[in-house]
């Protein structure tokens, strides 16, 4: 009896090992996931995909907000890296020199690309997201100094935010920030939560280099 007793218990166990793995979903299941995510967000909001290469011709994405084409609503894929960036406002500014070290202020929100809920944001808190960016030859590198960012996920700035660096002249504009972007962010250039859950987010994202007033 004790022996037959063990062998029933392995060989449940061994099912429900089974049976846990079967249910689980790969990585690649969840980049294909993802993947259907961000299509059907771009389908939805009527978004026109631009290569990068007709992006450089004048650093341009039209949309509704700012135009010039205010029929378009456009966004530069990054191909390499799966993120999609708008341009609102390139900004009031100058693009930094390399060698320079900026102190940035910026008001964003984050929301989930599956669902559209906003899981952080700062656009109506009393102070701005603080960070530093370091331009070294042609790599930008950045960190959060202090901000709802930097509580929820730690200094390091998510790559995306730092792709929008090289384009943006970041300043102000009638007592505003003058530069503003928006990104749809795949996990790999996301928040470490981010990384970690196979999720897409989409950031919409104002810059100043100056002190909020």
């Known amino acids: ?3 037959l007793f063990k062998t029933l218990l392995a060989v449940m166990a061994g099912t429900l090992l089974f049976s846990s793995c079967d249910d689980e979903e790969t990585y690649a299941e969840q980049k ?3 993947n259907r995510q961000i299509r059907s967000f771009i389908e939805s909001h009527g978004i026109d995909v631009i290569s990068m290469s007709e992006f450089l011709v004048d650093t341009i994405t039209d949309n509704p907000e700012t135009g010039p084409d205010r029929n378009r609503n456009e966004y530069v894929l990054f191909n390499d890296r799966g993120v999609y960036m708008q341009i609102v406002r390139r900004g009031e500014g100058r693009i930094m020199d390399p060698g320079e070290t900026w102190y940035l202020n910026a008001r964003y929100s984050e929301v989930m690309v599956s669902t559209g809920d906003t899981l952080t944001m700062n656009k109506t808190n009393q102070y701005p997201e603080s960070l530093y960016v370091k331009r ?4 930008y590198t950045a960190s959060f100094i ?6 929820a996920y730690g200094t390091v700035v998510p790559n995306a935010w730092i792709m929008t660096f090289p ?5 102000f504009l009638n007592g505003e920030p003058s530069a ?3 990104l749809i962010v795949p996990h790999s250039e996301g928040t ?3 990384t970690q859950n196979v999720t897409p987010m989409f950031y919409e994202i104002t810059v100043s280099t100056e002190k909020w007033q």
Request: no cysteine.
């Open 146 to 151: 202090t901000g709802i960012m930097s509580s």
């Open 180 to 182: 503003k972007v928006r």
């Open 136 to 139: 070294t030859g042609d790599t």
């Open 167 to 171: 384009f943006i002249k970041p300043g």
């Open 1 to 3: 009896m004790t022996r």
């Open 32 to 34: 294909e996931r993802e």
């Open 192 to 194: 470490q939560k981010a």
